[in-house]
């Protein structure tokens, strides 16, 4: 079966420090990858979303990046953190093909202080 | 006029209630349509997937969906309070290339009082 994998489930970092989320996704190959943020009472932003190593398409100018060093993997990262980064983070994957729908991981609570 | 647009709630029924769940939208080339059901600080979960109009059932969960109107719902019977959660609509057009994006209504918080 396919299952999603994001971690840490929560992360306390302070301002100006470095960020490295991971997501992994198993039993599938070739899987659209996506990050999203969640803030309350806005809802759900997409972030990133990739189709395949090594092709990252942004879709917010922000303070964050995103890398798919392998097929299964999707990782977004910051050189320095700002408060307006806090929030939670949610990774995602469909299969390949417009009609497939998005399966989420279980999300990174991340507080910037 | 926002693409989507979902009632925030919250909305509180008692234990057995019907519950309906709605979002409309705007954009004539939405052809799928979902929902999906958030837990308190976990990801949100696919709980219904329909294709353009109908009405799809799933045990307790009804979805439909009114192109012509561009109105969808969620029906929830014999509610439980394990339902009390989250549920965010979710849409995309039928388009080709690499354009996957959904676009999520801003969800429904629904209490389940036993």
């Known amino acids: 079966s396919q299952t999603i994998h994001q971690w840490p489930a929560t992360l306390v970092q302070p301002v100006g420090s470095p960020l490295s989320l991971e997501c992994t996704v198993e039993?599938?190959?070739?899987?659209?990858l996506y990050w999203y943020r969640q803030a309350a009472g806005r809802g759900l932003q997409l972030l990133f979303y990739?189709?395949?190593?090594?092709?990252i398409s942004s879709e917010v100018p922000q303070n964050l990046s995103a890398s798919r060093p392998q097929d299964r993997q999707f990782i977004l990262s910051s050189k320095k953190l700002l408060l307006s980064d806090s929030g939670f983070y949610l990774c995602?994957?469909?299969?390949?093909?417009?009609?497939?729908?998005?399966?989420f991981g279980n999300g990174t609570r991340l507080t910037v202080t | 006029q926002k693409e989507v647009e979902q009632d925030p709630g919250p909305l509180s029924v008692p234990e057995g209630a019907i519950v309906s769940l709605n979002c409309t939208y705007s954009n004539s080339a939405f052809q799928y349509f979902m929902w999906y059901r958030q837990y308190s600080r976990k990801g949100p979960e696919l709980l219904m997937y329909?294709?353009?109009?109908g009405n799809k059932e799933d045990g307790r969960f009804t979805a439909q969906v009114d192109k012509s109107s561009k109105y969808i719902s969620l029906f929830i019977r014999d509610s439980q309070p394990s339902d009390s959660a989250t549920y965010l609509c979710?849409?995309?057009?039928?388009?080709?290339?690499?354009?996957?994006?959904?676009?999520f209504g801003k969800g429904t918080l629904l209490t389940v009082n036993p």
């Open positions: 995602a994957f469909n299969q390949a093909g417009v009609g497939s729908p998005l399966h």
């Open positions: 979710a849409m995309r057009a039928n388009s080709g290339g690499s354009n996957y994006k959904l676009t």
């Open positions: 039993g599938t190959s070739n899987p659209n």
């Open positions: 329909t294709y353009s109009s």
């Open positions: 990739s189709v395949g190593i090594g092709q």
